[in-house]
């Protein structure tokens, strides 16, 4: 049974019965885990989630960070629980055990970061940006780097961030102004600038805060090409990386000019810093100067399959939220029974409520699919071999911004649902669902807009290496096709399934014949992101769905219901998701041109 925030029968459903994470152990890497230690990991993660995360979801909403006196205040009980982030391991779980990490899959690190998501999305950040921002140094930094900041940063005695928007450079990086100046210590720069939108940038939960900054080094290359990438703490030793011997924490003139008050997520801070407003800030730099921007991106294509899974954490909270009101709620009587005196029903029995549950149900686990799949391939890039590591690097990188994006905007259609279904109570903070429902709509922004993903697999992604990650991508597809066609009861799913992707091969065939006009090309590029998602999808409830047809027949107690569930939502999604492709094929392959003929001052 789920717990009021996830179902942990579903989540292993995922890992053990249709990825099978368990054969991650016959990989040298994860050779000392087994389903053992991974059932150990997500049961110490429900056990944090249930009684550290879940109970200041509220309160953490309800009384957001300020700004008192250059400083950011959080909830006080955050110091704690960041603090048993870092005792327990959280933080550098998947690193190696050389840097005290337990070389964790992050297929499991990733399950783990779903629930403490769905406990507490606010709460369940800080400790997984510091993770990020560690994991940058330890790449691309030297020794001395990685020994001077990330004991501190494993420990959770020091936030880890990453730092890049600036007020006239969003999501285009060639567009910023801060400065790096070297100063006579090798290694070391003055850095000058500002950043903004900087989540965890400032607070009173830890004792340091240790921003991974992109700066440009005066005298450099113009645009892209200029940005280096430097470690720049709020406070530095009093030593420098050539003379660590103090340990004495010092102003590095990094100040808060202020805290944003944002829709939702509002429990974690995002910080507007002054850098260098005294020419007093020191940073050091990481790596080759001029790489930065090539750096970073690592740190960036992890924290998008991370967003992913935050949207689809925040969305399963809310969907279970809905679904318990839905059992519980009496409104209204069958529409066969229409007697004043037959008793009410739990709206759960209305044919429109199970719509819009069956429509949570469908994007989040098949989304939750998706993501942890993902993470199965970034495991198999890590610690595999041969043709297998670089298949999995392959499919990776094509299937990186459908798992950010898709999870993302269908999560805001999600919560809407959820609050649907509670009518106006889900309109009310009596409810969780409406805090979920502002909490959603932050991951279609994060790490990218949806618009730039679309860019980036139209424009990039589909012919890569010769288009050969979207020929790995239907091949599995037509596995499970196969696997899926020989039981009568999935042969029409499976056939939907390979009309679908002749139409999004045709599609991507058409666009690509556009290439030589990039705005004709690319004008549609977010609904073409939308068509692929949606196909996406469909393979993963195809796998999931020939999965339970295969254990329903010996399958005892709840695991029936559970199976059958599986089974009826794979087809709603192709009833009702994946018809969606017919419409978006139709406008992808039109030859009007109305967002590019419209004028701006038509508007």
């Known amino acids: 049974m789920p717990t009021s925030f996830y179902s942990p029968r579903d989540l292993r459903f995922h890992l053990y019965e249709v990825i099978k994470a368990q054969n991650l152990s016959q990989l040298p890497h994860f050779t000392d885990h087994d389903r053992d230690s991974f059932d150990m990991v ?10 550290l995360l879940r109970p200041l979801l509220t309160v953490m909403d309800r009384e957001e960070p300020q700004l008192v006196d250059g400083k950011i205040r959080v909830h006080p009980q955050l110091r704690a629980i960041i603090k048993r982030f ?5 933080i550098n779980a998947p690193f190696s055990y050389d840097e005290g990490g337990q070389q964790l899959p992050a297929t499991i690190m990733n399950a783990a970061t779903f629930i403490f998501g769905a406990a507490n999305y606010s709460s369940s950040v800080f400790p997984f940006l510091t993770s990020g921002a560690a994991n940058l140094l330890r790449s691309f930094g030297s020794p001395e780097l990685v020994a001077m900041f990330t004991p501190k940063m494993y420990s959770g005695e020091w936030q880890g961030t990453m730092a890049l928007t600036e007020p006239d450079a969003g999501s285009s990086l060639s567009d910023i102004t801060t400065s790096a100046e070297p100063t006579d210590n090798e290694g070391e720069y003055r850095i000058r600038g500002q950043k903004i939108y900087i989540s965890a940038g400032d607070h009173d939960a830890c004792d340091n805060v240790v921003h991974l900054m992109l700066a440009k080094i005066k005298g450099g290359p113009p645009g892209a090409k200029g940005i280096s990438l430097f470690a720049v703490p709020q406070k530095r030793l009093e030593s420098n990386v050539q003379r660590p011997a103090s340990n004495v924490l010092v102003d590095n003139d990094v100040q808060t000019a202020g805290v944003y008050h944002k829709m939702g997520y509002k429990g974690a801070p995002i910080a507007h810093l002054m850098v260098g407003s005294g020419d007093g800030t020191i940073g050091y ?15 960036m294509n992890e924290a998008r399959v991370g967003v992913g899974m935050n949207a689809v954490s925040i969305g399963t909270a809310a969907y279970y939220a809905s679904l318990q009101y839905a059992r519980e709620r009496p409104q209204g009587r069958p529409m066969a029974e229409k007697s004043a005196g037959s008793p009410q029903v739990p709206i759960i029995r209305h044919a429109d409520v199970r719509r819009m549950l069956l429509f949570q149900k469908s ?3 098949g989304s939750l699919g998706l993501l942890l799949q993902c993470s199965y391939y970034a495991d198999l890039a890590h610690a595999g071999e041969g043709e297998t590591a670089q298949h999995a690097a392959l499919l990776l990188d094509l299937l990186t911004p459908v798992a950010k994006s898709y999870p993302s905007e269908m999560g805001c259609l999600t919560t809407s649902a959820a609050v649907q279904i509670l009518g106006g109570a889900g309109y009310t903070t009596d409810f969780p669902v409406e805090q979920f429902y502002r909490e959603a709509r932050i991951h279609p922004i994060h790490e990218g807009t949806t618009g730039i993903h679309g860019l980036d697999l139209l424009g990039r992604k589909v012919t890569l290496h010769g288009g050969k990650g979207v020929q790995l991508l239907i091949a599995d597809m037509q596995r499970a096709i196969a696997e899926a066609a020989v039981h009568p009861e999935l042969a ?7 009309e679908a992707i002749g139409r999004l091969t045709k599609v991507t065939t058409h666009l690509l014949g556009l290439a030589a006009d990039p705005n004709a090309f690319l004008a549609d590029a977010t609904l073409y992101l939308e068509f692929f998602g949606i196909v996406t999808l469909a393979w993963q409830w195809l796998r999931q769905a020939t999965v ?8 005892q107690g709840n695991d029936i219901a559970f199976y059958h569930g599986k089974l009826m939502t794979a087809r709603y999604f192709y009833d009702y998701e994946l ?18 003929e419209m004028q701006s001052d038509w508007f």
Do not use: C
Request: glycine share 10%; hydrophobic share 40%.
């Open 579 to 596: 018809v969606k492709t017919l419409s978006l094929a139709h406008r992808l392959q039109s030859d009007s041109r109305v967002t590019l």
């Open 42 to 51: 997500l049961e110490a993660a429900g056990q944090i989630g249930e009684t």
């Open 363 to 365: 994007v989040l686990e």
């Open 492 to 498: 029409p799913l499976a056939n939907q399934l390979t």
């Open 285 to 299: 730099l990481v790596g080759e100067p001029h790489q930065g921007l090539r750096y970073m991106f690592q740190m």
């Open 86 to 90: 870092g005792d327990d391991g959280w």
């Open 548 to 555: 339970a047809q295969l254990a329903l027949p010996t399958a």
